[in-house]
C-alpha cells in the first residue's frame, strides 16, 4: 500500500471498521446514484414555486430549472465531502424532500423567496448552536417519538399527493373536492405515461434496484418524449388539460451546460420575514423548519449508523457531535444557496449495502454531485409526469414508518393521525404538526397526566394556539 493510500486508509479508518477502498467507493456510487433523484425533484418543486410577490426564486419571470438544478447538485456535493471530511461516515446529504414542499406552498406563498431562504438559513443556524450548546438532547427528548414519526409519516402523504397532483392524476373538481384525472377518467396520453412510470418505479423499489428512482425519472422521460413525438399532446392549458404539466418532452438540444450556482447565494435575507408577516408567524415557521429537520436527522443517522454497525453499545455514533454539526450546516448553507435546507439522507442505506463504511465513500459521492452540475440542462425537458411517479413513492418509504406509532393507545394515536392526515388535507406541513401538538397536549390534560408534557412542548403547543388563531386576534385588536 502507497503512502498516500495509507495516509487515506487511516484518516478515514478504512481498514479498522472492516472496509476497502474498493468498497467504500462502490458505496459511494450507489449512494449517488440512489439519491441522484433529487438534482430534478427539487427544482421542480422549488423553481416552480411563485412567491408572494409572485415571483421564482431569482426574481425571474419563468422558472429557472436549470438554475436551481445546479444548486442543488453544488450545494449537495460539498455539503457531502464535509460530512465524509468531518463526520468520516458514509452520509450523503441533499435538499429535503418535506423541507423544500414546506417552503415552497407555505413560507414563500407569504413572502418573498430571498425572506423564505433567509428563514431556512436561521434555522441551520439554531440547529447548529443546539448542537455546540449540547441543547439537542433537551429538544430531542420534549417531543414524544412517535409524535415525531407522524410527522415523518404525514410529509410522506404531503408528498405523494403533490406528486398526484402534479401528474394530474388527481385534480380540481365542480361537486368534489377532487376527481381523478379529467372528469373522472384517465383519458390523457400525459396521465397513462405517469401511470406506467408509477408502475414501473415502484417495481424497481420492491426489486430493490439500485437507483430504481432514478431510473424511473430517466425511463419515464424517455417514454414521454416518444409519446409526444407521436400523438403531439402539447402543453396543459385551461383549453387543452390533456396536455404535459411544466415542460413538454422533446428531445433535449443541449445536454452539456452549466449555470453558475453561485449566484443563487446573494438570494436570501435571514430577517425580512419577520418585518413582513410578524415575529410569531415568522418564529413558528422556523420552529417548524427546525424540528422537520432537527428530527428526521436523528432518526437517519441512527437508523444507517446502525445498518452500518457505527452504534455503539450506548445507542450513540462515534463523533455524533460532528455529524449533526455538519447536517446543521447543510441547512445553513441551503438557505444561503436558495435551494432548501440540505439534510442527511436515508438513501445513504443503499451504500452502506454496498459495503461503505467510513467518510470515504461520502467524498466518492459528493464529487459526482458536483459533477452533476455540468448535465443540468435535461432539467429542463423533464415534465412533471415523468417526476412525480418518483414523489409518490418517496411518500410511500417515508409512510412506511406509521408501523411504529402505537394505534391502540389513543392518547398518541388520535394526535399522530390528526399530524399525519391534516398535513395533506389543508396542504401544510405546518398545520399538521400544530394539530398534532396541541392534541396532545390537550388529552394529557383531561387524562390528568399534565406533568407527563415536557415545558418546552408547553411552550410550543400554545405558540401553535396563537399560530391558529392569529386571524382571529387580528381582528379582535383591529390590525
Same mark, same amino acid.
Given at each position: 500500500m502507497s503512502d498516500t493510500r495509507t495516509a487515506i486508509d487511516r484518516f478515514f479508518a478504512i481498514s479498522a =471498521?472492516?472496509?476497502?477502498?474498493? =468498497?467504500?467507493?462502490?458505496?459511494? #456510487?450507489? @449512494?449517488?446514484? !440512489?439519491?441522484? %433523484?433529487?438534482?430534478?425533484? $427539487?427544482? #421542480?418543486?422549488?423553481? $416552480?414555486?411563485?412567491?408572494? @410577490?409572485?415571483q421564482y426564486i431569482g426574481d425571474g419571470s419563468t422558472p429557472p430549472l436549470a438554475l436551481v438544478a445546479a444548486g442543488t447538485a453544488f450545494v449537495a456535493g460539498v455539503m457531502t465531502i464535509l460530512m465524509g471530511v468531518i463526520g468520516k461516515v458514509p452520509f450523503a446529504m441533499a435538499a429535503g424532500l418535506g423541507l423544500n414542499a414546506f417552503v415552497t406552498f407555505n413560507i414563500a @406563498?407569504?413572502? @418573498?423567496?430571498?425572506?423564505?431562504?433567509?428563514?431556512?438559513? #436561521?434555522?441551520? *443556524?439554531?440547529?447548529?448552536? #443546539?448542537v455546540l450548546t449540547g441543547l439537542r438532547t433537551a429538544v430531542f427528548h420534549a417531543i414524544p417519538a412517535q409524535l415525531k414519526t407522524a410527522i415523518s409519516v404525514g410529509i410522506g402523504l404531503f408528498i405523494a399527493l403533490i406528486g398526484f397532483v402534479d401528474a394530474g392524476f388527481v385534480r380540481r373538481a365542480e361537486g368534489t373536492p377532487l376527481q381523478m384525472g379529467i372528469a373522472g377518467q384517465l383519458t390523457s396520453w400525459p396521465i397513462l405515461v405517469f401511470v406506467v412510470g408509477l408502475l414501473a418505479t415502484a417495481a424497481m423499489v420492491v426489486r430493490r434496484v439500485k437507483g430504481g428512482i432514478l431510473?424511473? *425519472? &430517466?425511463?419515464? !422521460?424517455?417514454?414521454? *418524449?416518444?409519446?409526444?413525438?407521436?400523438?403531439?399532446a402539447g402543453g396543459f392549458t385551461p383549453e387543452n388539460p390533456g396536455g404535459w404539466q411544466l415542460n413538454r418532452p422533446t428531445v433535449p438540444e443541449r445536454i452539456f451546460g452549466f449555470d453558475n450556482p453561485l449566484t443563487l447565494f446573494t438570494e436570501f435575507d435571514p430577517f425580512g420575514g419577520f418585518v413582513r408577516v410578524g415575529v410569531l408567524l415568522a418564529g413558528l415557521l422556523v420552529f417548524t423548519l427546525l424540528i422537520t429537520d432537527f428530527f428526521d436527522t436523528m432518526g437517519t443517522i441512527v437508523g444507517v449508523g446502525r445498518q452500518a454497525d457505527l452504534v455503539q453499545a450506548d445507542g450513540t455514533l462515534p463523533r455524533t457531535r460532528e455529524i449533526l454539526l455538519v447536517d446543521s450546516i447543510g441547512a445553513a448553507a441551503g438557505g444561503a444557496g436558495s435551494v432548501s435546507s440540505n439534510t442527511t439522507y436515508i438513501e445513504s442505506a443503499a451504500g452502506v449495502g454496498e459495503g461503505a463504511r467510513t467518510g470515504l465513500a461520502s467524498v466518492v459521492t459528493g464529487l459526482l454531485f458536483l459533477v452533476a452540475i455540468f448535465f443540468t440542462p435535461l432539467v429542463e425537458v423533464?415534465? %412533471?409526469?415523468?417526476?412525480?411517479?418518483a414523489l409518490v413513492l418517496v411518500g410511500f418509504l417515508m409512510m412506511t414508518a406509521v408501523r411504529d406509532i402505537d394505534w391502540n393507545d389513543y392518547e398518541i394515536a388520535i394526535p399522530a393521525f390528526l399530524t399525519i392526515v391534516i398535513m395533506p388535507f389543508t %396542504?401544510?406541513?405546518? $398545520?399538521?404538526?400544530?394539530?398534532?401538538?396541541?392534541? %396532545?397536549?390537550?388529552?394529557? &390534560? &383531561?387524562?390528568?397526566?399534565?406533568?407527563?408534557?415536557?415545558?418546552?412542548?408547553?411552550?410550543?403547543?400554545i405558540l401553535f394556539v396563537l399560530y391558529f388563531a392569529i386571524g382571529p386576534i387580528r381582528t379582535l385588536f383591529g390590525v
Open positions: =471498521r472492516g472496509s476497502t477502498f474498493s =468498497r467504500e467507493i462502490r458505496g459511494g #456510487l450507489a @449512494t449517488f446514484f !440512489t439519491m441522484a %433523484y433529487i438534482v430534478v425533484l $427539487n427544482p #421542480l418543486i422549488i423553481a $416552480n414555486g411563485k412567491d408572494v @410577490t409572485g @406563498t407569504v413572502m @418573498t423567496w430571498e425572506e423564505a431562504m433567509g428563514l431556512v438559513f #436561521l434555522e441551520g *443556524i439554531i440547529i447548529a448552536v #443546539l431510473i424511473g *425519472i &430517466v425511463g419515464t !422521460t424517455i417514454l414521454a *418524449i416518444i409519446v409526444e413525438a407521436i400523438v403531439r423533464v415534465p %412533471y409526469e415523468a417526476a412525480a411517479p %396542504y401544510s406541513i405546518s $398545520n399538521g404538526i400544530g394539530a398534532g401538538f396541541i392534541t %396532545y397536549v390537550l388529552i394529557k &390534560v &383531561v387524562r390528568g397526566k399534565a406533568r407527563q408534557v415536557h415545558p418546552l412542548l408547553w411552550a410550543v403547543a
